[in-house]
C-alpha cells in the first residue's frame, strides 16, 4: 500500500483486510529473526491482494 498511492485501506474488503494484517504480523514475527530472513514470499501475496482490490476499484 506504501507503494501505491492509488490505493487506500478503505478500497479493501474486509477479508483482504484482515489478511493483509495478518501477513504483515507474520512479516514482523519472522523479521524479529534477524535480519537474513527471507519475507518476500509474504510481500509478494500483500501484493497479490493489493492488486485484487485495485483491480475491483478501477472497474
Not at 4 to 28: S, Y
Request: aromatic letters at 4%; proline letters at 2%; glycine letters at 8%.
Amino acid at each position: 500500500m506504501a507503494d501505491n498511492p492509488d490505493i487506500r485501506f478503505a478500497d479493501f474488503t474486509t477479508g483482504e483486510k484482515l489478511r493483509v494484517i495478518a501477513l504483515t504480523a507474520r512479516m514482523a514475527k519472522r523479521g524479529a529473526g534477524g535480519d537474513g530472513v527471507d519475507i518476500s514470499d509474504l510481500q509478494r501475496r500483500v501484493e497479490r491482494i493489493e492488486n485484487q482490490a485495485l483491480r475491483r476499484k478501477k472497474k
